[in-house]
């Protein structure tokens, strides 16, 4: 199984920087696509920004340009959030969907961002 665990959230006012990290319990990239997606209280899950095992990035519209989504080392992703917003605040999930060894979709425990105006 792959085993995501997520660190980095805060509280920050808005304008302000965070950097999340996932750690995964191997090394995957070769095998999976890896992300992160939010979710607002009172709001539906939604996916922010992904990296495929070719380093190919994409990102929702709402980050563009602030967001920037990285593979740190051969088993850490980050996410560099920054000129913060307050409709960013949300609980941001680290995911993975993976193929063959790790055939499968699997999500981090999550870690709360809020920003403050």
């Known amino acids: 199984q792959v085993q995501l665990v997520e660190s980095g959230g805060g509280s920050v006012q808005a304008g302000g920087s965070l950097k999340l990290s996932c750690v995964a319990s191997?090394?995957?990239?070769?095998?999976?696509?890896m992300g992160w997606y939010r979710q607002a209280p009172g709001k539906e899950r939604e996916g922010v920004s992904f990296?495929?095992?070719?380093?190919?990035t994409s990102y929702a519209d709402s980050v563009k340009g602030r967001f920037t989504i990285s593979q740190e080392n051969a088993n850490t992703l980050t996410l560099q959030m920054n000129s913060l917003k307050t409709e960013d605040t949300a609980v941001y999930y680290c995911?993975?969907?993976?193929?063959?060894?790790?055939?499968?979709?699997?999500w981090g425990q999550g870690t709360q961002v809020t920003v403050s105006s």
């Open positions: 191997g090394n995957i990239f070769s095998s999976c696509t």
């Open positions: 995911a993975a969907g993976c193929t063959s060894p790790w055939d499968g979709f699997y």
């Open positions: 990296i495929r095992s070719d380093g190919s």
